[in-house]
T-cell receptor, first 116, second 115 residues
Framework: AQSVSQHNHHVILSEAASLELGCNYS??????LFWYVQYPGQHLQLLLK??????LVKGIKGFEAEFIKSKFSFNLRKPSVQWSDTAEYFC??????????????FGKGTKLSVIP | DSGVTQTPKHLITATGQRVTLRCSPR?????VYWYQQSLDQGLQFLIQ???????AKGNILERFSAQQFPDLHSELNLSSLELGDSALYFC??????????????FGPGTRLTVL
């Protein structure tokens, strides 16, 4: 079964610092990749996704992620974080089979705390 | 607002009881997914329905069942509840057409507390 690893459980940054959150998955075939964000007390919101094509994808709120197939990684980045980015970030993987089953396997999440 | 609605927002019940969680998908989405989020297990896929039929099953207990109705809303039934069933239950929806990638949009969740 596929698994998703997020290396950092809790990251604390000052405003304007750069952010990189790691995500590695274990699955040998074609995958669809996602980053979701969960602000305190809110539901999961899609930040960005990768299906195919350019491995560098841009999402909302200035976030981007790079898919490196050889490393089975999909790391999330933001050049300058803001206090409003304080949230929990989840990496998710869906093996693409074309059969119409799109269940997501999530990482454990990384809590980001941004200090003003 | 993702367009996915879930009711109730909070549910407090006792062990051994049965509860029903409800989800309405985004307009146009045919597929509904249920996930459980707990502190120890994280976010886990439970089950997927597509246009009324079960399409995929994950780590769903036998005490749990789900269905999707003709109007595409879905219900997750949890019975013989145990303390360990306390969690946040999310519903997501998507188009889920065969042969092309798909994006899931999540509802606000139902927080279940079993006492």
């Amino acid at each position: 079964a596929q698994s998703v690893s997020q290396h950092n459980h809790h990251v604390i940054l000052s405003e304007a610092a750069s952010l990189e959150l790691g995500c590695n998955y274990s699955y040998g075939g074609t995958v669809n990749l996602f980053w979701y964000v969960q602000y305190p007390g809110q539901h999961l919101q899609l930040l960005l996704k990768y299906f195919s094509g350019d491995p560098l994808v841009k999402g909302i709120k200035g976030f981007e992620a790079e898919f490196i197939k050889s490393k089975f990684s999909f790391n999330l980045r933001k050049p300058s974080v803001q206090w409003s980015d304080t949230a929990e970030y989840f990496c998710a993987v869906n093996p693409y089979s074309g059969a119409g089953s799109y269940q997501l396997t999530f990482g454990k999440g990384t809590k980001l705390s941004v200090i003003p | 607002d993702s367009g996915v609605t879930q009711t109730p927002k909070h549910l407090i019940t006792a062990t051994g009881q049965r509860v029903t969680l409800r989800c309405s998908p985004r307009s146009g989405d045919l597929s509904v997914y249920w996930y459980q989020q707990s502190l120890d297990q994280g976010l886990q896929f439970l089950i997927q329905y597509y246009n009324g039929e079960e399409r995929a099953k994950g780590n769903i207990l036998e005490r749990f069942s789900a269905q999707q109705f003709p109007d595409l809303h879905s219900e997750l039934n949890l019975s013989s509840l145990e303390l360990g069933d306390s969690a946040l239950y999310f519903c997501a929806s998507s188009v889920a057409g065969r042969g092309r990638p798909d994006t899931q949009y999540f509802g606000p969740g139902t927080r279940l507390t079993v006492l």
